[in-house]
């Protein structure tokens, strides 16, 4: 199924395999994506357990990807405050792209339109990417040096 416009949302950190997989899905069921970043101070919200890379660093990266998918003029890409993003307003998007990980993010979002008599936005789950040990591939694995952005062990 294709939509007008799609939204999907992440941190972005350490760009990787799984990243990539959520943007291709996004941009395969989406005519135009909405990329919510997240900025520095909501990343720091997160209380993940390192340190993230700053929003030039990643909108970067991001904006590299983007550029290499030849999708830059169907993107937008807007700082993201909390984990709603526009997605609680009238006629933003259709849809959401997400992942297993965050799916429970997007049913939360849909209870919210409820309450405001929006309608429900199509949620479209995709499976985490898993590294060679069948782990799925996070920024917090690569950043404690197991696996690498492709997912490729580095350590026994």
Do not use: W
Request: glycine share 8%; proline share 4%.
């Amino acid at each position: 199924m294709r939509f007008a416009t799609v939204a999907v949302g992440g941190t972005f950190d350490e760009f990787h395999k799984g990243h990539r997989a959520l943007l291709q899905k996004a941009f395969g069921v989406g005519e135009h994506v909405l990329i919510g970043l997240c900025s520095d101070d909501f990343a720091r919200n997160l209380r993940k357990s390192h340190r993230i890379a700053g929003y030039d660093e990643r909108l970067g990266n991001l904006e590299q990807f983007l550029l290499k998918m030849n999708v830059l003029d169907r993107t937008e890409i807007i700082p993201l405050n909390d984990p709603y993003g526009v997605t609680l307003a009238r006629g933003c998007v259709e849809a959401i792209v997400v992942s297993h990980e965050t799916e429970i993010r997007a049913y939360e979002i849909n209870e919210k339109r409820k309450v405001k008599g929006l309608p429900p936005l199509n949620v479209i789950v995709i499976k985490m990417v898993p590294a060679e040990d069948k782990v799925p591939i996070s920024t917090t694995r690569i950043r404690r040096g197991e696996i690498n952005h492709e997912g490729h062990l580095l350590k026994l």
